[in-house]
């Protein structure tokens, strides 16, 4: 039997659409006491005007080369920010073709997809409802909640906010901070400059359509659309883009297929705190930031401390960008060959009978592991860490062919980085205290420790130009000749003093100053240290910006005391600055994120020195290159131009240096192993004309070789305005001492 439905009459219909106009105006009147309860914090705290023209957002502090090149960063997260000039068009159109289409034409909402986001968030599907100005405001100020009900209420926070970020800031700036604030994935890549770099090793301003859709296709999923996890995802991804572009107009479709067909085009540079230039250089200025901040009290305006991490700072520095890049390759290039004649001298020989101090080094190698200290704090005893580092593991070592990774003993591995030799440079000039290079170890990410400010070693023969310059000031000419005898000094506490001379490289009768300085004769330095005394010696090596200790014993003649390449090598500009000590001066300036100034550095400039005996100076360094320790260079390296320099070996060989000098350069190098009692045995090897000289001669070929740097070959040292009363002549400074003048020749006598 079939029952017939009633019919509606006009008064059920009436009150049926006052039902839905009720639920409908209820739904209204729901949604706007909800964002009025957001406006007024209800439901938590919204961005203020303040918080809105300041994002919080932790942005990386950028390290400037000179020539305004990024040498590195310091980040929490690797964020760098652009402006929208230095934004691709193709970045732009990417973003709204993917994102929102009609961003230009909306408030900050695009209430045709943002009314149906709440019924598909309650039935747990995804709908993408955020406009650009929306995301912009997740990204900035809070998580995105797993909660749907919490959700909700989120969704309405950010709607308030992106009406704020509508009013107060202007499209073009709501794009720009998006770009700037995204994740793109792993590798601690956070906006769109860092995404340049990471995945194309170029800048937004030359993204191309390709590559623009490529990483505006990570946006919504930087982990599935990973172009190096999943680069198939990836590649679909970005055609997909340029399919929108296409609808949008921004390309033709003849266009988008012709980049669908090129490859994903990586140019891959992962983000780690080693990457780019200088990373022990960055490590020091790092530190000494944090403490100059402090000592000079600069604090944001709330007064709380700057940090280099979160605050998106600029530091301009004077290192150059190329000569850096020209030390570092020098030292790889020499580095790699001086290891293999290390390893190829110390071949065959019984390591724990011919290195002093073996058992004693290799423990404290282990102490000083990172292996050791976990072991340590996860609660290993000693005896069965000990039994670890003998047990074979997979490890990774330095080599200067690359990093190997290898199964070995971490014992062993210990002996392997005590056994490879270190080396570090710092190259300044001379007038301004500019530091131009800094390379401090062999290889940042194994051997963290600084060589040229944080580390001091025995300075050997190179401390001998000191003595010789008080020798010169009180009158003394480099003709002077003296009896390369053994000289003893007495009276000085520790007893009668007398260096050694190898009898292979003293040369015997009387020399002049300067052939003692430039065969760096140990004797003939002994006599002038007896003659000018350790203390004004002391005083003009302190004048000199050395801070380290330096006794007033007559020992420091020969460079017992310690130093670093740091002072070393502005110890020297003075030689090569008329007299003048200029601080070396890494920091030119600090910038906020804003580009105001915060810091600007002046160099400390003092009067070391008479420009006279500073001019003199020039010529008996000079002589080191012509005709001693140095001459290699010339007949070598073939560099015959104006350049004085010092060679240094110190006992045992534990020491090379060398450092050069130029009118617009000065350069101090030193190698050697971590410990001291590990060396080369034979001082052919270990001397500082072999260890070091050698990265000084292929980093000054290479600066010469670029005409732009400004370093010029053929520039000689000037001479003193008010000129040189020494004499420098040796003919005639033996004239004068045998009596003969121009009127006794004259006169036939």
């Not at 310059?469 to 506490?493: E, F, L, Q």
């Not at 090596?541 to 090598?569: H, N, Q, R």
């Amino acid at each position: 039997m079939r029952t017939t439905k009633p019919k509606l009459t006009q008064q059920d219909i009436r009150r049926y659409n006052w039902y839905i106009w009720r639920t409908v105006i209820a739904g209204f009147v729901f949604v706007g006491l909800m964002i009025a309860l957001t406006i007024f914090d209800v439901f938590g705290q919204l961005p203020s005007f303040r918080d809105l023209e300041n994002p919080k957002s932790n942005q990386a502090s950028e390290v400037l080369s000179a020539d305004k090149k990024v040498l590195g960063t310091y980040y929490i997260q690797n964020r760098s920010n652009v402006t929208y000039a230095g934004l691709s068009p193709n970045v732009v159109n990417a973003l709204v073709a993917t994102e929102d289409k009609r961003f230009f034409d909306h408030s900050g909402i695009d209430f045709g997809r943002s009314f149906t986001i709440f019924l598909h968030l309650l039935i747990g599907q995804k709908q993408g409802g955020s406009t650009i100005t929306q995301q912009l405001a997740l990204n900035l100020f809070s998580e995105r909640a797993a909660n749907p009900f919490k959700r909700v209420i989120q969704k309405m926070q950010e709607w308030v906010t992106a009406v704020k970020l509508e009013r107060h800031y202007t499209k073009e700036e709501i794009l720009t901070m998006y770009l700037n604030t995204v994740d793109f994935g792993a590798y601690n890549t956070y906006g769109i400059k860092s995404a340049a770099r990471t995945y194309f090793n170029t800048t937004p301003d030359k993204l191309t359509p390709d590559q623009a859709a490529l990483l505006i296709g990570m946006v919504n999923g930087p982990g599935i659309y990973s172009p190096i996890r999943h680069p198939e995802n990836a590649l679909r991804r970005r055609n997909l883009v340029l399919n929108r572009m296409v609808e949008k107009g921004d390309l033709n479709q003849a266009q988008a297929d012709e980049y669908k067909q090129k490859p994903l085009g990586l140019d891959f540079h992962p983000n780690n705190h080693f990457d780019g230039p200088a990373p022990y250089f960055r490590s020091v200025l790092k530190k000494e930031l944090q403490k100059l901040f402090k000592e000079q009290n600069i604090n944001r305006s709330d007064g709380t401390p700057y940090d280099l991490d979160r605050d998106g700072l600029k530091i301009y520095t004077t290192i150059d960008a190329t000569m850096q890049q020209y030390a570092e390759e020098a030292q790889q290039q020499y580095m790699r060959d001086l290891q293999v004649q290390f390893n190829d001298h110390w071949r065959g020989k019984n390591l724990s009978k011919s290195i002093h101090n073996y058992k004693l080094l290799m423990q404290q190698g282990m102490y000083k592991s990172d292996r050791y200290k976990q072991l340590k704090a996860q609660g290993m005893s000693d005896e069965d860490i000990t039994t670890n580092f003998n047990t074979p593991d997979k490890l990774n070592l330095f080599t200067w062919h690359g990093d190997i990774d290898t199964l070995m003993k971490p014992i062993d591995s210990i002996v392997y980085c005590k056994m490879l030799l270190r080396n570090a440079l710092m190259s300044m000039d001379p007038t301004t205290g500019y530091v131009k290079a800094w390379v401090g170890g062999t290889n940042f990410e194994h051997f963290k420790y600084d060589q040229v400010k944080n580390g001091t070693r025995q300075v050997g023969s190179t401390a001998k130009p000191f003595t010789y310059a008080v020798a010169i000031d009180n009158g003394y000419s480099p003709c002077m000749k003296i009896n390369n005898v053994p000289d003893t000094i007495r009276g000085y506490g520790s007893g009668p003093w007398c260096p050694r001379s190898s009898p292979s490289e003293t040369i015997p009768g009387f020399i002049t100053l300067r052939q003692a300085l430039a065969h760096s004769q140990n004797w003939v330095t002994a006599h002038v240290m007896g003659e000018v005394k350790p203390e004004p010696v002391v005083e003009l090596i302190k004048k000199m910006g050395v801070t380290s200790a330096v006794p007033p014993y007559p020992s420091i003649c020969l460079g017992t005391f310690d130093a670093s390449v740091f002072e070393m090598t502005a110890a020297y500009s003075v030689f090569a600055n008329h007299g003048l000590w200029t601080e070396p001066t890494y920091i030119l300036r600090i910038e906020d994120k804003n580009g105001n100034v915060l810091y600007t550095h002046t160099p400390k400039v003092v009067q070391a020195m008479n420009p006279q005996t500073a001019y003199v100076m020039t010529y008996m360094l000079k002589g080191v290159i012509q005709d001693g320790t140095g001459s290699r260079l010339q007949y070598k390296y073939g560099l015959s131009n104006p350049i004085g320099g010092k060679t240094g070996t110190t006992q045992n060989n534990s020491d090379g240096w060398f450092i050069g000098i130029t009118p617009q350069l000065v350069t101090g190098l030193w190698t050697g192993c971590e410990d001291r009692d590990i060396a080369f045995q034979s001082t052919r090897l270990g001397e500082g004309a072999n260890s070091a000289l050698p990265i000084f001669a292929f980093y000054m070929k290479k600066v010469y070789a670029n005409a732009a740097l400004g370093i010029k070959k053929n520039v000689d040292f000037d001479a003193p305005k008010n000129g040189v009363s020494i004499v420098m002549d040796c003919n005639q400074y033996n004239q004068q001492q045998q009596g003969t003048t121009e009127v006794d020749k004259k006169l036939g006598f």
